[in-house]
């Protein structure tokens, strides 16, 4: 399995406008495959969306893009209101829960590292020592890396919290832990968060 995140920067006061368009073609588009999820920006990027999609593989997605192409349904109206578009291939980690509907929260971070070339293995290996503690304490929706397409030596990680004020308890009692951050701080360059809510009709909420 992958899983296709695209990341949409629009003009600004627009996300909401967007997700309207979006929602009005989503009928249409879920004919071929489900949306895994769809967010917009609370801090971090402002206004931008998030939309994520499974498929099986690379030639799974093509065909499918190419079937559900259709003029004036998709891709959804609303393309004035976009100034860049951005699209990551993430494989999900082995231990990385499959991307479908559920209910876990109102809030979701989507953490981004950047990892020193050629130590993603150590990534990966690092955090299934450690990720059995961390979900004691709040559920993964997604950890992946982004290795073929896309910024590559990208790990993507996806946490959901009932609110903000959840987070900042969970992400403490799980440093309280001692057995959380896993141990892979000498294979990172950078880290970045975004806090985001899921749209109403997002199926991860």
Not at 32 to 37: A, I, K, R, T, V
Not at 90 to 99: C, D, K, M, W
Not at 176 to 197: N, V
Request: net charge neutral; glycine share 6%.
């Amino acid at each position: 399995m992958i899983v296709e995140m695209r990341t949409y920067d629009l003009q600004p006061g627009t996300a909401a406008e967007y997700a309207k368009h979006y929602e009005a073609g989503l009928a249409h588009r879920q004919k071929f495959s489900p949306l895994g999820g769809f967010f917009t920006t609370e801090f971090g990027p402002l206004n931008r969306i998030i939309h994520m999609w499974p498929y099986e593989n690379l030639q799974e997605r093509d065909k499918i893009r190419a079937e559900a192409a259709s003029p004036g349904q998709w891709p959804p109206h609303g393309e004035e209101l976009i100034i860049t578009q951005e699209s990551k291939i993430i494989t999900p980690a082995p231990f990385s829960p499959p991307l479908r509907a559920a209910k876990l929260g109102n809030v979701y971070e989507i953490r981004t590292y950047t990892i020193k070339p050629g130590q993603m293995a150590n990534v990966v290996k690092a955090w299934e020592v450690a990720i059995e503690e961390r979900t004691k304490f709040s559920p993964l929706a997604l950890a992946g890396s982004v290795t073929t397409i896309g910024p590559l030596n990208q790990w993507i990680h996806i946490w959901p919290y009932e609110n903000l004020e959840e987070r900042s308890r969970i992400r403490a009692e799980a440093l309280k832990s001692g057995k959380w951050p896993p141990a892979t701080r000498p294979f990172l360059l950078k880290q970045e968060s975004w806090i985001c809510t899921p749209a109403s009709f997002s199926p991860l909420h």
